[in-house]
């Protein structure tokens, strides 16, 4: 199970710090990832982590603005959002990825967490 | 950049088969295997086929995946009303380091 928090509304240019506490399973033995959706739009990767966090991959549009985080001690994972923009408004979904490569394998998801950027 | 094609959408009739395909751009597509979900209103979206061809466990052998050269294809038979949704293909594409989505297909079951 993944459980994900702290979506809110902020204005542009804000920070937002989303988290997401996994359970059920061995945290450490997967990589994680964050994906979003954009009202009306399509599903979009947003960054992932390796097993330890000592990997990390962003898509093109969040590079220098979002970080991706995990803290194995607690199940967690984290995506801190800076300098956001109202392109960011979506809803953001952690996945747990399976222990296959390539890392496009996302077989349990949360919620979702409904982030606006708004003025 | 890689881009993944799909088509806006598709329909069929319960009962019976559909194909949703999707093509890429780059030789990114060629190496990698592709993955599909499946996007419900008010769900979050659930993996259907991984690996090209492999299927979750849960998921009916009613969805099938295959991969030719620069297109790839979902196969869903014996339609059902529930399977109406939007359907994702997903690559990784190894030069960008970058998970790249499709634009995603509407499926309606007429």
């Known amino acids: 199970q993944l459980v994900e928090s702290g979506g809110d509304l902020v204005q542009p240019g804000g920070s937002l710090r989303l988290s997401c506490v996994a359970s059920g399973f061995t945290f450490g033995s997967n990589w994680m990832t964050w994906v979003r959706q954009a009202p009306g739009k399509g599903l979009e990767w947003v960054a992932h982590?390796?097993?330890?966090?000592?990997?990390?991959d962003y898509v093109d549009s969040v590079e220098g603005r979002f970080t991706i985080s995990r803290d194995n001690a607690k199940n967690s994972v984290y995506l801190q959002m800076n300098s956001l923009r109202a392109e960011d408004t979506g809803v953001y979904y952690c996945a747990r990825l399976m222990v296959k490569w390539p890392p496009i394998n996302f077989d349990y998801w949360g919620q979702g967490n409904l982030v606006t950027v708004s003025s | 950049q890689s881009v993944l094609t799909q088509p806006p959408s598709v329909s069929a009739a319960p009962g019976q088969k559909v194909t949703i395909s999707c093509s890429g751009s780059s030789s990114s597509f060629e190496n990698s295997h592709v993955s599909w979900y499946q996007d419900l209103p008010g769900l979050a979206p659930k993996l259907l086929i991984f690996e090209t061809n492999g299927r979750p466990s849960g998921i009916p052998d009613r969805f099938s995946g295959s991969k030719s050269g620069m297109s790839a294809t979902l196969g869903i038979t014996g339609l059902q009303t529930e399977d109406e949704a939007h359907y994702y293909c997903v690559i990784w594409d190894s030069g960008l380091r970058s998970v790249l989505f499709g634009g995603g297909t509407r499926l309606t079951v007429l």
């Open positions: 982590i390796n097993f330890d966090g000592s990997e990390t």
